[in-house]
């Protein structure tokens, strides 16, 4: 057998991952609040980008006041602390403009408000420090997260001492504040009502877990009384607050900021993207005009041209995915006409291939097209994901969107005798009847994402 080397040429295909591609598939991504933080800090470290109706007419006559007589490697050199990148910070900082992020909450914290009443109680045998130590170990909702031994332990005093100083401060309002378990919360809310010898008092303290389970039965037979009152006393408990100090907690308020806009318009659904939630950029014609006059192999003219190729990929990257999110946004019109003209009730089944292939994309476009994004309807707004669900089986072979099986499970069990709630199995045969097929399982976990309890759990006596 003759051994030898030969040569081979093959040619493949290979999508090569270039910085500007990369920028690209984020920023489409991006929803609209993100990709204004963005167009701003581009905005900021490239002098050849300007926005529209934005910049003052005193910075840009800064820019073209002598372009020509500039030392511009010096100018570069110092660019970030000239003053117009100081002119650029403020046209970004427009007192028109409103930030969310300036929105400080000025309420009153947890542990100020319970340290001024401890400050404002009658206590004879002060403990400061001890206080302080058990209201600032505290969580969020208002439930202490120290054994009374590790207090004692880390502050060198008796457990009796701890006993007494948390017995103050579980006194305190909000009532129920300082307990170590959900129990402890309900006992001390109760006892501050004067209800320690009352059968919601012992039904708490004895069967609270059987209380959850709903063992109406079983509870009325150990304190021999009647499953109407347990009934009766389970919803009195339920007005009570199992977590007291959530009224304090600093929760971040989320503002929607819809990426699009659907109105009907003489009959038809007209897609309109809000551009106010990201300026318009365009390219400085000062810079570009800069650019031509250069010398060739000019370190400025090099300087200029990197930052005009990548304020123009960014320009360009911004206007795809306008014209990407439009033509997701049209696609899923054509396919949900008849959720905006009737309702929620009437959402198809519709998956993120079939928008990619109507469109002729890839499926992962259209999930970053979609994802984190808004958009504004008279039905109200929506996330965009909101449309795309998995489906069931009709009686007659067509696909019924999750979400409205979902609406005709919820409206079944509003509708169920309270006395003698339907089960699963039930809820499956109402549906069937309805032309939807679906399984007890699926029944289970619809019923469960809309957090509704099971059967047992429902029935009231």
């Not at 970004?92 to 309420?107: A, F, L, P, Q």
């Not at 408000?113 to 170990?137: G, H, V, W």
């Not at 005709?408 to 039930?426: A, G, L, Q, T, V």
């Amino acid at each position: 057998m003759q051994m030898g080397h030969t040569q081979q040429l093959i040619q493949t295909q290979k999508l090569i991952m270039t910085p500007q591609l990369k920028q690209s598939i984020k920023i489409l991504q991006l929803n609209s609040i993100d990709l204004r933080q963005l167009i701003m800090s581009e905005f900021l470290k490239n002098p050849i980008l300007e926005i529209e109706e934005h910049i003052s007419d005193e910075l840009n006559e800064h820019r073209e006041n002598d372009v020509n007589q500039v030392d511009w490697k010096e100018y570069w050199k110092d660019y970030y602390k000239s003053p117009v990148y100081s002119a650029r910070i403020q046209s970004t900082n427009n007192e028109n403009d409103y930030n969310y992020e300036n929105i400080v909450s000025t309420t009153i914290t947890l542990q100020d408000f319970l340290m001024e009443q401890y400050r404002l109680a009658p206590i004879t045998d002060r403990k400061d420090e001890i206080a302080y130590f058990i209201i600032n170990s505290l969580n969020a909702n208002g439930y202490l997260l120290l054994t009374l031994e590790e207090i004692a332990k880390n502050n060198e005093v008796d457990l009796e001492i701890i006993e007494k100083t948390l017995s103050i401060v579980q006194s305190f309002e909000p009532s129920g504040i300082g307990a170590r378990d959900l129990r402890e919360c309900l006992i001390i809310q109760l006892t501050n009502r004067d209800l320690e010898y009352s059968n919601a008092y012992r039904i708490v303290d004895r069967f609270i877990n059987e209380l959850a389970a709903h063992k109406f039965p079983y509870i009325a037979k150990q304190l021999t009384i009647t499953v109407e009152e347990v009934q009766s006393i389970y919803d009195f408990i339920r007005t009570l607050e199992p977590k007291p100090g959530r009224e304090f907690s600093s929760t971040e308020l989320r503002y929607i900021t819809p990426d699009a806009i659907i109105k009907k318009v003489q009959g038809e659904y007209i897609v309109t993207l809000t551009e106010s939630s990201s300026p318009r950029l365009k390219i400085s014609n000062v810079y570009r005009n800069l650019l031509y006059s250069s010398e060739k192999n000019n370190e400025s003219a090099n300087y200029i041209s990197e930052k005009l190729n990548s304020a123009s990929w960014l320009i360009k990257s911004i206007e795809q995915r306008k014209r990407t999110i439009r033509r997701v946004i049209e696609e899923i019109i054509k396919r949900q006409n008849d959720f905006f003209e009737y309702g929620k009730g009437h959402l198809k089944p519709m998956t993120l291939n079939e928008i990619a292939s109507s469109i002729d994309v890839h499926e992962s476009t259209v999930s970053r097209a979609t994802s984190g994004k808004y958009v504004e309807t008279p039905l109200g707004t929506f996330e965009l994901k909101y449309f795309f669900s998995s489906g069931v089986e009709g009686t007659c072979g067509e696909k019924i969107s999750s979400e409205s099986v979902k609406k005709h499970i919820k409206r079944i069990i509003e509708e169920e005798n309270p006395k003698k709630p339907y089960s699963d199995n039930k809820i499956v045969t109402i549906l069937e009847t309805e032309g939807i097929l679906i399984s007890r399982r699926t029944v289970a976990k619809y019923r469960s994402s809309l957090n509704i309890v099971c059967t047992s759990q429902r029935r009231r006596y």
